[in-house]
């Protein structure tokens, strides 16, 4: 990875707000911002640099290793990552840039990490919402459907009980 690169990513490094690290061509970290950092635990977050991804990342799959082989942008949407050291598991979207030199020859990549953690309990929960509200709205209809069929009956009821009551009427008049 050439120097002019990685000087170029600590000059961007407190701007971006989302987590991102650099890794080399074999996978190891070599760069990574302070949201990155922030996210682990302190005595695992100073030995970062040089550590292989996938014993500071745990996820489902490497993004950085799947852009650099495939040579093109990876993106995974809402996957589970956890870190080495840290209790916490976060919601993520993971972004895999393959970073080349003019040649066109894999360095390393690029991974940012965003955080959705809140959007996704916010969107489980929503979801949730909606599902008691239409098992609440059903429930109700059903009441609404066996209440107004009581209706219908005692209606039906009183009507004939009134036609009796016609007829009885009728026939002590006689």
Known sequence: MTMELLDAFKNISDVVIDAYFVSDAQGQI???????????????????????????VLTERNVATECMESGRHVRLDEIPLRVTGGDEEYRVILSGIPLKDPAGTVLGALVIIRNVTD????????????????????????????????????????????????????????
């Open 30 to 56: 070599i760069e990574y911002n302070r949201a990155f950092f922030a996210m682990f635990p302190r005595q695992v977050a100073r030995k970062l640099k040089g550590m292989p991804i996938g014993d500071a």
């Open 119 to 174: 959007e996704a309990m916010m969107q489980v929960k929503y979801q949730e919402m909606l599902e008691t509200e239409a098992r609440e709205r059903e429930r109700l209809n059903e009441q609404i459907k066996e209440r107004t069929g009581s209706l219908v009956e005692a209606n039906e009821l009183l009507l004939d009980l009134q036609r009796e009551l016609m007829e009885f009427k009728k026939g002590l008049q006689l």
